[in-house]
T-cell receptor, first 113, second 113 residues
């Protein structure tokens, strides 16, 4: 059973489109995260939710909107996609807060044409 | 905010040799220091972590040391094997419930058979 699962695995789309990435964890964790990994492999936190509540919101364009319907799910919606949005997006989860090991999903590779 | 620097960015070693990756952090309140390994095309996975009340931790061929005074921590891999080839990320997070984890910029380790 996959602990943190993301869909889709690959997303190829045109500039200006809107797309969503879904994430689900079955580890019973209460904190979930979205990371962006660019072509240089830097891992940057975007958002973090604890029990459906937004607790970390880094300097991310407001075209990115996370939604957490319950503590096991954290989705990411991106409006008006731009070339610079091309990256791998990782979802992760952990027990409460940042001082616990994080479990990552397999990533969603987003390519903007 | 926290700033984590990681060196070197690339490291090549002969199989059987040791590899050392070093990180420094800026926030003296940081108290949790995980290390993640990311194989090509895969998700980051936790390999070892250390908390500020411990100076060293070992798990088979890997070990992590922490110097809180100097604000630096290191990953040591002994008897390297080809399957150790990957990108390694250090990270640091602060005290409290929801402090975000700040990642280093990654070290690409190549083990030459």
């Amino acid at each position: 059973d996959t602990a943190v699962s993301q869909t889709p695995k690959y997303l190829v789309t045109q500039m200006g489109n809107d797309k969503s990435i879904k994430c689900e964890q079955n580890l019973g964790h209460d904190t979930m995260y979205w990371y962006k990994q660019d072509s240089k492999k830097f891992l940057k936190i975007m958002f973090s939710y604890n029990n459906k509540e937004l607790i970390i919101n880094e300097t991310v364009p407001n075209r990115f909107s996370p939604k957490s319907p319950d503590k096991a799910h954290l989705n990411l919606h991106i409006n008006s996609l731009e070339l610079g949005d091309s990256a791998v997006y990782f979802c992760a989860s952990s027990l409460r807060g940042g001082n616990q090991p994080q479990h990552f999903g397999d990533g969603t590779r987003l390519s903007i044409l | 905010g926290e700033n984590v620097e990681q060196h070197p960015s690339t490291l090549s070693v002969q199989e059987g040799d040791s590899a050392v990756i070093k990180c420094t952090y800026s926030d003296s309140a940081s108290n949790y220091f995980p290390w993640y390994k990311q194989e090509l095309g895969k998700r980051p996975q936790l390999i070892i972590d250390i908390r500020s009340n411990v100076g060293e931790k070992k798990d088979q061929r890997i070990a992590v040391t922490l110097n809180k005074t100097a604000k630096h921590f290191s990953l040591h891999i002994t008897e390297t094997q080809p399957e150790d080839s990957a990108v390694y990320f250090c990270a640091a997070s602060g005290a409290g419930g929801y402090q975000k984890v700040t990642f280093g910029t990654g070290t690409k380790l190549q083990v030459i058979p």
